[in-house]
């Protein structure tokens, strides 16, 4: 039996639904999904095994301009997607105009990997709509195949997932078989409880946060966590906390359901807050939590 593994990069702009294509593809909930633009920070690898082959995916932040340090390091995650991989997905939603970022458009068109051009969230469209954009696009990218898709409703899904696999190299595998990520459990911790806060509070809040998983101890019947949420700003963390400790009481209850649905396990998580100035802009604060490689 031939078996062909190798590395497919999911790159576009924030909110195009990137995320979400690749947990469909895994269908396990590893990369967290809001509405909002840098809700994926890091790169992530996701595995999906068959018998006879292994995907390794690799869903990235959106292209953005840097205009802090953090956001620069995101964007070398960014540029490390052409280089490693053996199919490139671009992709781009109904409605959209282009890639703001002439350069990296350029990388595209000019791509020696094969790239998969998906339209996404055509479940919003209209029959017109989606004519008119699907000529746009392919020939904005003519090296591209195309594919029209809905990441949600799961339209087109496994046909671009069966395309893949054609176009991947043969090889053996390059993870263990029952391995589904790269990420440490931690991060998945971090990851929920950031979902959460996403979710709950608004404008500048999200961005200045980061989350720390301190403690995480897997016992037979009970996974404990203690994980810290840092904030830049005292003011900041008396909104975290909320009124007689109510609204950090939610993202807790929340964060533990989901992470009790993702470990298969009864979950003890405890949260606490703490102020890091500048955690941001600060480098070697940065490299702690991860983000410069
Ligand atoms: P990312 O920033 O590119 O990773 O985008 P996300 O996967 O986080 O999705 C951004 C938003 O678009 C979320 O609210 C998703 O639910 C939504 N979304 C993703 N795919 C689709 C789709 O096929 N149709 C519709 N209507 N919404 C989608
Ligand atoms: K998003
Ligand atoms: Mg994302």
Redesign the pocket.
């Known amino acids: 039996m031939m078996h062909k593994a190798g590395f497919v990069n999911i790159i ?1 702009n ?7 294509l690749m947990n469909a593809f895994i269908g396990e909930k590893l990369s967290i ?3 909002k633009a840098q ?2 920070r890091h790169r992530i690898l996701g595995i999906v095994n068959g018998e006879d082959f292994q995907v390794i995916l690799s869903d990235t932040p ?1 292209i953005i301009k840097p205009a802090y340090e953090l956001q620069a390091s995101m964007m070398d995650f960014v540029k490390s997607a052409f280089e490693d991989a053996d199919v490139l997905i671009y992709m781009v939603e109904i409605g959209e105009k282009e890639l703001k970022d002439e350069a990296f458009f350029k990388k595209i068109t000019n791509s020696k990997i094969p790239v998969l051009l998906l339209l ?2 055509i ?2 469209s209209n029959q017109e709509q989606l004519e008119e954009q699907s000529e746009i696009w392919q020939n904005k990218v003519p090296n591209a195949e195309f594919f029209p898709i ?4 799961g339209f087109n899904v496994q046909n671009v997932f069966n395309r893949i696999i054609e176009l991947l190299p043969k090889s053996p595998a390059f993870y263990p078989k029952d391995q589904l990520t790269d990420k440490p459990e931690r991060f998945f911790v971090n990851e929920a409880i950031r979902e959460k806060i996403l979710m709950h509070y608004k404008k500048e809040i999200p961005y200045a946060v980061e989350v720390d998983t301190e403690e995480f101890f897997e016992e037979d019947n009970i996974i404990r966590m203690r994980s810290v949420i840092m904030v830049e700003r005292e003011t900041q963390k008396g909104i975290i906390i909320g009124h007689k400790g109510s609204a950090l009481k939610r993202v807790g209850v929340e964060a533990r359901k989901d992470l009790e649905k993702f470990f298969g396990k009864q979950v003890h998580l405890e949260l606490y807050v703490k102020v890091n100035k500048n955690w941001r802009n600060d480098q070697r604060q940065l490299k702690r939590f991860g983000y410069n490689q």
């Open positions: 576009g924030p909110n195009v639904g990137k995320s979400t999904i809001t509405s809700t994926t959106g996404n969230k479940d919003k809905s990441a949600t409703e």
